[in-house]
């Protein structure tokens, strides 16, 4: 079963497949940060650490609220994205301190995005 370590909080919660990143953190005390939970506000954007391909495609939405470049360097939407393997993610502060994640992202047209990660 797929493990969301949610490094912020220290919490880790394992789940089971296609399980979505805002969700459990709610359910289970995970404290990543939200308010619409529609891809609408761009409150609840982690940063994955680590398990990128774990992660369902981005989509259209978060593209729209935190833009490509963001994607690249690993931000998500948690309230847009599901796992289907382990992930690592942190947020606010903890998010701008640490490297880039050196993994690719599929993005929502199907590509991988493998490029280097700029700051
Ligand atoms: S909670 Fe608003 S975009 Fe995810």
């Known amino acids: 079963m797929p493990t969301i370590t949610y490094l912020t909080s220290g919490k880790s919660i394992e789940v089971g497949t296609e399980a979505n990143l805002l969700r459990t953190s709610i359910r289970h ?3 990543v940060p939200f308010k ?3 891809g609408l506000c761009g409150t609840c954007r982690v940063k994955v650490v680590e398990g990128r391909e774990n992660l369902s495609k981005v989509m259209r939405k978060e593209v729209d609220r935190i833009g490509r470049e963001q994607i690249e360097e690993g931000y998500r939407l948690a309230c847009q994205t599901f ?3 382990d992930v690592t993610l942190v947020w606010g502060t903890d998010a701008e301190s640490l490297p880039q994640p ?4 599929r993005l929502a047209n ?3 995005s493998a490029q280097p990660l700029s700051r």
Do not use: D, Q
């Open 110 to 112: 199907g590509r991988e």
């Open 102 to 105: 050196a993994s690719s992202t």
């Open 83 to 85: 796992v289907n393997g």
């Open 36 to 38: 619409c939970g529609g």
């Open 29 to 31: 005390g995970g404290e």
